[in-house]
């Protein structure tokens, strides 16, 4: 018989479908999970945003996804490469 609290006790949780939707309080980088400067952090990265586009039927959805500084520095840095090579051969 295992104690509360032993190692080979196994411990399980149940969630219903409202923990999908639950506000996270601590604002995190959407691309690698960082969490973000506090507004009175004084720092010399600038946060920036992103944008996921979807259609579904005839309606277009878009949704902003913050990005913490480096990654959106290295998305927006990305996406300039691909679009002059895509330049360049067209």
């Known amino acids: 018989m ?9 411990e399980f949780f149940v969630a219903s479908h ?10 995190q980088c959407d691309a690698c999970g960082e969490p973000l400067a506090d507004e009175g952090d004084e720092g010399y990265g600038i946060e920036g945003s992103g944008v996921y586009l979807w259609k579904r039927g005839d309606g277009v959805n878009l949704e902003k996804a913050p990005l913490c500084a480096s990654c959106a520095s290295a998305i927006g840095m990305t996406a300039l490469a691909r679009w002059e090579i895509e330049e360049e051969e067209g």
């Open 18 to 27: 409202e923990a999908l939707f639950e506000q996270v309080e601590e604002l």
């Open 2 to 10: 295992s104690k509360a609290g032993s190692p080979d006790r196994e």
